[in-house]
């Protein structure tokens, strides 16, 4: 059974730095591409990153290029996402998701999902 385990979240102020950790386990991931998105009270969920198992490709959602990093530790099956220069609109509930095939933005393109860890940025 596929388990995604998020970890990491926190209360931080605004301008400082957090690194959350996705730890996968059920599935061999040498195909999948695993993806951060984000969701604030009242508000759909946002795609945040995705990085591809094996290549390493990333991408990143507009609003945090230059200031987030995804990447990935193979030998343990973990993400992680390090949040820098942290703004209060960062403010959310973050999820580790993972699909089979290349990253995307869309969130109905993953289908494994964590349970999700809160991100509190205050100003």
């Known amino acids: 059974q596929v388990q995604l385990v998020e970890s990491g979240g926190g209360l931080v102020q605004a301008g400082g730095s957090l690194r959350l950790s996705c730890a996968a386990s059920?599935?061999?991931?040498?195909?999948?591409?695993m993806g951060w998105f984000r969701q604030a009270p009242g508000q759909e969920r946002e795609f945040v990153a995705a990085?591809?198992?094996?290549?390493?490709?990333?991408d990143y959602g507009d609003s945090v290029v230059g200031r987030f990093t995804m990447s990935r530790d193979g030998a343990k099956n973990t993400v992680y996402l390090q949040m820098n220069s942290l703004k209060p609109e960062d403010t959310a509930v973050y999820y580790c998701?993972?699909?089979?095939?290349?990253?995307?933005?869309?969130?109905?393109?993953?289908?494994?999902w964590g349970q999700g860890t809160q991100v509190t940025v205050s100003a």
């Open positions: 059920g599935v061999t991931f040498s195909r999948y591409t």
């Open positions: 998701a993972a699909r089979i095939g290349e990253p995307s933005r869309a969130k109905f393109m993953y289908r494994y």
């Open positions: 990085i591809t198992w094996s290549g390493g490709s990333t």
